[in-house]
RNA sequence: UCCGUAUCAUUAUUCG
């Protein structure tokens, strides 16, 4: 057993979820530890759903879950249509006696935060257990998730007040909470409580503090911060994009994609649509039309955003016709796509041809926002 | 009784 689910685990991260599959329908004898690595295996790969179809094969052969295979199941209720499911977990929790696991009670508040219920999250979090630093971490960004940023730094500070030390998670919240209220003051000081409660800044929280230098309107700030950063990964150099383009220093932003390339860092879809929002118009479309290659050789240009930022920058450098050959070369469309194409259309008063579009986008499902 | 455990930074559309 121990080998077969040892290699089961393995599997998981190295091999397809077929060969996962294969391993555990060849295994002669199927524990909870087995079960609970095929699941871990389908959430890795983002299917929740079968994740959750396998529960049910589970229930029904007999098996019964422990408190590692709940907290990994939890993870697969995380939007409001999987409520139900991840109500039935909670009573599994009960009528097994864990519900004093912290473990269980973060993953608890968790489920409820991502299914929308944030009331029944916060009874959990309530609940005079024990609490830990990831707990509170946890019930924090439920309120940021939330648009709640204020209650979220109260919390914070609260949890302070409680005599729990914060980690970097804690900082992640509280900087990503200031950006969304443009709080600068509060920002500066979780920064320098930061430095002085962790030793050398990591990728992470570096970056989150360029992205609340920048969301706070300090350009300069987030421009130096960036500078200072030790590593740089991908993201680091997309939110400095991104924090150039909002000051409309489109320039910079060009020059500073050029930088990221040399120092060999391969730009991503955040990249593409940030430096696609540099092309101001048609003195850009050269520039611009050289993304689109790039992208297309990056196999990108089936994401939706980059669709959209690309139907936008046509619209910008080089006219409508330019951006309706983009949006219809679109394999996939959401509801901001048709959004983008509808307003290219109003904004040069083709109402006419906007109107058409709109009743388009209906036939095909999409509801309008 | 050995294998599996909780919180984690950046995107696109609007004279909105």
Redesign the pocket.
Known sequence: ??V???L??MYSTLRSLEDVRKIFINMPER???????LI?AFLQHGCKADALQYLRHMQGEGVF?????L??I??ACSEAATLSQGRQLHVSILEMGYEF???????L??MYGNCGVAEDACKVFAQPFEQ???????F??LHT?LGLDDDALQHSNRMLLEGVLP????F??G??AC?NKSDIVEGIKIHILALSVISGL???????V??MYG?CGHLEAAWQAFLHLHDR???????M??VLT?HGEFLKAFNLFGAMQKQGVLP???????V??ACLGPAALTEGEHLHTYIVEMGLES???????L??MYGKCSGIEGACRMFEEMPKH???????????H??RGKHRDAFQLFTEMHSKGISP?
Not at 334 to 344: G, Q
């Open positions: 057993h121990l077969m689910n040892a089961l685990n524990n909870i530890v087995a079960w609970t690595a871990d879950p422990d408190i590692v295979f907290l990994t939890m993870s696991d912290i473990f269980l009670r973060t993953a508040v968790n830990n630093v990831v707990l509170w971490n946890s924090i960004s998730q980690d970097r998670v804690t992640l919240h900087l990503s950006a990591d990728v992470m929280l570096g970056t989150s360029v992205y969301k990964s991908v993201v680091s150099w997309n939110v994009l991104g909002q991503d879809v955040f990249t593409f649509v940030h696609l929002e994401e939706v955003a980059v669709g959209t930022a139907v936008n959401n509801v901001v796509s048709w959004n983008t194409i509808i307003m290219a109003v904004q926002d």
